[in-house]
């Protein structure tokens, strides 16, 4: 016989690991909901030129390729199952273009798959929560991606630092160290800085074909230190020779414009670091690539800050991802947040709130049929007025029904008997301090069990 297991990267969710994703899930559309977005839904498979190309050579080695597909392989295109929530969102836009109005502000939160070795904080299926505008070039989108961050991470309780870079500044930092054709190579390596450390990005550049020189140049550049003011200034001059560069500090000065302009950049410290009052921080971090060949402008990576785990919530400004699938020239930005290390992050911290234990507030216990019968009626009123009630389905002995309501962290029983019934009357038990209290249906519905 087969011992029952699942695939490695993967996981089961119980009762109680539902609650609190469905939480995080809720949260998360909430906020969303908020500035506008509206919810979408793509397959969990797409065309594999869909996939392939799209998220440079190191991701393409992660597509889950879909190996029989039901249909005659030389009849149907291979496919694979989706690796971001990205690319199939512009993949949708263009397909249905003449069904959307632009800009078009949408989210999706879905599983996405990757071929990634399996580690802590790291998983083959995972859930992602997008939130995308597109067919807008303004920053306000930068801006409300900002302020969706900080409401998220707020309302979750978890204190998060967003590490914020632009991709013009990589490309003008790539002209002037005299490696412009090198941008990919430069940005994979770098964005691994945080993990593997300089002396092994350096090593990685040189044998990505930069020289000894053009390794040399990066280290100032890439070392910045001071105010994000400082910086910015700093970068002025370093890149002044380099247009594409120049238009990437531009952005960035902007961004930080309008995240003072609505509160969000209360104080700026000497570290570079923006702290909010909300548990915030905004820190212009040069070292920031991220690997998608698809972004072209502003870069964005949230980490929590009392939690040892990579980024919970990354994404950026792409000019040009729906110009693939043949709709040219429409820009957008987006981001996405890592439900399952969000899960993870609130788990260390014991940030879960107590009450999503259990949905059920009262369970009804009950000595024989004829009681049974009384808390199935008390039970419909209940429901009625949007309490989360159950009714134990057989008379057993009373330790064996208080210890079912003990498993499930149900906050309340209703012990029914012959003198309960009496007197149109439960015996309510507080299973947190043991305090019984003979009760009404009116007085359950309007005090006594709501949360």
């Known amino acids: 016989m087969t011992k029952p297991s699942i695939p490695k990267g993967t996981r089961d969710f119980g009762q109680l690991e539902m609650a609190r994703r469905n939480y995080i899930f809720d949260t998360i559309r909430s906020v969303f909901s908020l500035y506008g977005f509206q ?26 390729r879909i190996q029989n597909s039901g249909e005659k392989a030389a009849l149907a295109p291979e496919k694979g199952l989706r690796y971001d929530l990205t690319v199939p969102f512009a993949r949708y836009v263009v397909q249905h273009r003449e069904e959307i109005s632009f800009p078009f502000k949408r989210f999706q939160i879905q599983p996405v798959w990757r071929a990634d070795r399996p580690q802590k904080g790291r998983y083959r299926e995972f859930y992602q ?38 991709r013009k500044i990589l490309a003008g930092i790539a002209e002037v160290i005299g490696a412009p054709d090198k941008i990919i190579d430069i940005t994979v390596a770098i964005d691994k800085l945080d993990k593997i450390g300089v002396d092994a990005v350096n090593n990685e550049l040189l044998e990505r074909g930069l020289s000894d020189e053009q390794v040399a140049k990066l280290q100032p550049i890439l070392n910045l230190s001071g105010s994000t003011a400082d910086k910015l200034t700093a970068l002025r ?32 410290s000497n570290s570079g670091a923006v702290q909010q009052r909300s548990g915030l ?82 369970l009804f216990a009950t000595f024989g049929q004829d009681e049974l019968r ?25 330790k064996k029904q208080m210890g079912y309501a003990n498993d499930k962290n149900i906050p309340f029983v209703a012990i029914v008997g012959g003198d309960e019934m009496a007197q149109n009357k439960v015996m309510l038990k507080n299973m947190t301090t043991g305090e019984q209290q003979l009760v009404s249906l009116d007085e359950i519905i309007n005090e006594k069990i709501r949360k």
């Open 39 to 64: 919810q979408i839904e793509t397959p969990a498979m797409e065309n594999i030129g869909t996939l392939m190309g799209k998220y440079g050579e190191e991701g393409d080695k992660l597509l889950f």
């Open 374 to 398: 009384y808390a199935l009626r008390w039970a419909k009123e209940l429901r009625a007025n949007g309490i989360a009630v159950e009714v134990y389905p057989e008379p057993a002995k009373m």
């Open 237 to 268: 001059t370093i890149l002044a020779s380099s247009e594409i560069g120049l238009k990437g500090v531009a952005e960035m000065e902007e961004i930080f414009n309008l995240t003072d302009a609505v509160g969000l950049t209360a104080e700026r």
């Open 281 to 362: 921080t905004i820190e212009l971090d040069l070292c920031l690539a991220r690997g998608l060949n698809y972004y072209t402008g502003a870069i964005f990576e949230v980490k929590a800050l009392d939690a040892q785990i990579g980024s919970i919530t990354g994404g950026g400004r792409y000019d040009n991802l729906t110009g693939i699938f043949g709709l040219p020239n429409v820009s957008g930005v987006g981001i996405s947040f890592g439900a399952d290390r969000i899960y993870d992050v609130l788990t260390e911290l014991n940030l879960f709130p107590q009450e999503l234990q259990s949905s059920t507030r009262v």
């Open 129 to 166: 929560c997008d939130v995308d505008v597109i067919g807008s070039d303004s920053l306000l989108g930068e801006l409300e991606l900002i302020q969706i961050v900080e409401e998220v991470y707020r309302r979750l309780g978890i204190n998060v630092c967003l590490h914020i870079n632009n």
